[in-house]
């Protein structure tokens, strides 16, 4: 091979390979341009994940603020419809429109009620005669000739007055050693001119139990006797009642305590321009009250309570700080009633129309068939309560904020029902344990009246006085036993009421 062909071979060879270098040269600029844009698409779909991260988190806590707003909502037309047949509000709130806590079969007077319409008597106090006038021919009618066609009775208050009672204490010079002997006024007669306790005891009834305020009570002296009795003297009545009363409240708090069932509840009370709480423990013979500043434990322990001194049942609405003591618990039927009508109404937990119907028919069952169908009864009620337990939305963390989870009214009463089965059934199966604790929201019902009508208690101790009394007087009713009477007999110093 001559020279010049391998020059040529070699020359093709080297633009060859130039040619070879500046393709790859071109491909490595492409490479790189696309490496740039793959860099680039990169970074785009990088910053579309930090935004899209960015939009779930905000999209999570826009869940979340919308449960919390659809809650609130619900909760706030919960308050809206709420009312003393679907919540704890009391009846007072209803206005015009007021419904029973539990179905009524029967209106007016039951069988076996005795009535007490106006009879007359045998023995009136006053008779008068009306003799006919003289016949139309003219002729008049003797009086030894008329007979009795009709008889009509008329009561009616006699002419208010006070009867003044003069003691006079008389004295005496002996004849035989000329010693000067003098008589002694009666018991409680100590000031020349003072009233009886006839008076104080109406004083101390109307401004307690009938919740009329000093300047009326003053008032109604005026009108009715003609004498304008002072404001400090009802005061100084209630308070020398409130003290004779002493003895009586440690036998009627002793009575309680040892009885087979008791009944408590509290209310808030305005006390010197703070809340306080009215307490009481009652049974159906007895009230106690008392009241204290705090509303739980501290109230509940406190040596005013008797809570610790009862072995028996204890009926109440479920508030925490009862279940503290060791005792049979029972809880009031007519509560949970209210709580499931909410759910019912808000539409959303059908469970709760079913434990509604379900305990309104355990309620109405002879006590009998319920010992019978025990079992049953208790079985049908956890089935209920699972199902509950399962359609309630789960407590759940509120956001940014610390404390126990949230948790939905239904998701509440279906747990406390679980934890509490025996204290809510408690009343099918102990016949002396009634359905509701009707009775000890009677005996504080009257402060709420008395609360209405004089807005507080201007100091502490005027409270104590109301709460002591009170409860006497309701116990006296109770026992159907004149409450006036026994309220004399108090200040003339009887101060024990037997069981």
Known sequence: MDSN????????????????????ERENQELKKESRKLTLRVQQLETKEKDNKIIRQE?????????????RIAELESRLNSNSNNS????????????????????????????????????????IKHKPKPCDCGHELPDHKLILSEKRQVFDLPKSELEITEHQILKGKCPGCGKWCKG???????????????????????????????????????????????????????RQCYENLEETEETIKSK??????????????????????????????????????KRGKLALESDKSILDRIRGWLVHDCWSSYFSFKMKHAICGAHILRELEGLV???????AKVFKIFLLSVYEMPFEERFKRRQHIEARYTRICTLGEKVEPPPRKTPGKRGKYKRTKGRNLVERLIREQQAVLAFAFNKEVPFTNNLAERDIRPAKVKQKISNCFRTF???????????????????????????????????????
């Open 345 to 351: 109404e808000n539409g959303k937990s059908k469970w």
């Open 256 to 293: 309680i305590a040892t009885g087979d069932v008791a009944h408590a509840d509290e209310t808030g009370l305005r006390v010197a321009g703070k809340l306080h709480w009215l307490h009481t423990a009652s049974s159906l013979l007895f009230t106690y009250l008392f009241v204290h500043e």
């Open 88 to 127: 704890s509000k009391p009846p007072s709130s209803d206005g015009y429109k007021k419904k029973p806590a539990l179905p009524r079969k029967k209106k007016g007077g039951q069988e076996g009620h005795e009535g007490r319409t106006l009879q007359q008597v045998e023995h009136p106090d006053k008779i």
């Open 184 to 238: 002694t006024a009666p018991k409680g007669i100590n000031a020349p001119v003072q009233y009886g306790n006839g008076v104080k005891a109406y004083a101390v009834l109307l401004n307690v139990h009938f919740k009329l305020p000093f300047k009326k009570i003053q008032l109604l002296f005026g009108d009715l006797f003609g004498y304008s009795i002072n404001e400090s003297t009802v005061y100084s009545a209630s």
């Open 461 to 499: 101790s005027g409270a104590e006085i109301y709460a002591r009394i009170e409860g006497f007087v309701s116990t006296a009713r109770k026992h159907d036993r004149n409450a006036f009477s026994e309220l004399c007999t108090t200040f003339e110093g009887h101060n024990f009421i037997k069981g």
């Open 5 to 24: 062909q391998i020059i040529s071979d070699l020359t093709k060879k080297v633009e060859f390979l130039l040619n070879r270098q500046a393709q790859i």
């Open 59 to 71: 999209n999570t806590e826009l869940k979340d603020e919308n449960a919390d707003l659809k809650s």
